[in-house]
């Protein structure tokens, strides 16, 4: 069974950087064919995706916040990072990590429980 824990600070202030790490167990996030995703969820909205971090190391961002995005991994501890550069409070959300296989690139098969960022001085 795979499981994802997102962890970072829950409160992060105007014009810092977001940072969040998703440790996975139960599967190695450098096997072949899955997509690794952060998707956020602001309050009384729908959900949005961030990005994603292919097995291969690739990424690929949501354009509207491609600017501000990175997205990073570390093998060795089996963990894949968020940062978010420039926040506002309109980035105040529910993040997750999730994981997807390749062709179905959206459609999440595991998530993590989500952790909440808000932005505020």
């Known amino acids: 069974q795979v499981q994802l824990v997102e962890s970072g600070p829950g409160l992060v202030k105007p014009s810092q950087t977001l940072s969040l790490t998703c440790t996975v167990s139960?599967?190695?996030?450098?096997?072949?064919?899955?997509?690794w995703s952060w998707v956020r969820q602001p309050p009384g909205k729908g959900l949005e995706w961030i990005g994603y971090i292919r097995n291969n190391g690739n990424t690929r961002y949501n354009p509207s916040l491609k600017s501000r995005t990175s997205i990073s991994r570390d093998t060795a501890k089996n963990q894949f990072s968020l940062q978010l550069s420039s926040v506002t409070p309109e980035d105040t959300a529910q993040y997750y990590c999730?994981?997807?296989?390749?062709?179905?690139?959206?459609?999440?098969?595991?998530w993590g429980q989500g952790t909440q960022v808000t932005v505020s001085l």
């Open positions: 999730a994981r997807a296989m390749m062709g179905v690139e959206f459609e999440f098969e595991y």
């Open positions: 139960g599967g190695s996030i450098t096997a072949n064919s899955y997509f």
